[in-house]
């Protein structure tokens, strides 16, 4: 059975720090490529950060490049994102999703992943 369970969202101040950790089980782990989402009330899913297979590349929206961090531990089987510098916007439930891949290249479509996991909560207070 194909998992993704995300964990470490809760409440931060603005301009603190979170790191969420995205743990896969069930599939090849080394052969996908690891996107993360968030989804605000009303308002569409953005891809804003992804990691590839092959070699980790790592890729950042605009509006979380230099503030957050995206890594991978292949042998854990498990992404984190580290998230300095929180602002009231990125108040959301963050996903983790997985596509087979071994090319390099930006991924922010949701329509490209297989897998998702269930979401968490992260809210950041003013």
């Given at each position: 059975?194909?998992?993704?369970?995300?964990?470490?969202?809760?409440?931060?101040?603005?301009?603190?720090?979170?790191?969420?950790?995205?743990?896969?089980?069930?599939?090849?782990?080394?052969?996908?490529?690891?996107?993360?989402?968030?989804?605000?009330?009303?308002?569409?899913?953005?891809?804003?950060?992804?990691?590839?297979?092959?070699?980790?590349?790592?890729?950042?929206?605009?509006?979380?490049?230099?503030?957050?961090?995206?890594?991978?531990?292949?042998?854990?089987?498990?992404?984190?994102?580290?998230?300095?510098?929180?602002?009231?916007?990125?108040?959301a439930v963050y996903y983790c999703a997985?596509?087979?891949?071994?090319?390099?290249?930006?991924?922010?479509?949701?329509?490209?992943?297989?897998?998702?996991?269930?979401?968490?909560?992260?809210?950041?207070?003013?």
């Amino acid at each position: 059975e194909v998992q993704l369970v995300e964990s470490g969202g809760g409440l931060v101040q603005a301009g603190g720090s979170l790191r969420l950790s995205c743990a896969a089980s069930g599939f090849t782990f080394d052969d996908y490529v690891i996107g993360w989402f968030r989804q605000a009330p009303g308002k569409e899913r953005e891809g804003f950060s992804c990691i590839s297979s092959s070699d980790g590349s790592t890729y950042y929206a605009d509006s979380v490049k230099g503030r957050f961090t995206i890594s991978r531990d292949n042998a854990k089987n498990t992404v984190y994102l580290q998230m300095n510098s929180l602002k009231p916007e990125d108040t959301a439930v963050y996903y983790c999703a997985a596509t087979f891949s071994r090319l390099r290249a930006w991924r922010p479509q949701p329509g490209e992943y297989v897998y998702w996991g269930q979401g968490t909560q992260v809210t950041v207070s003013s």
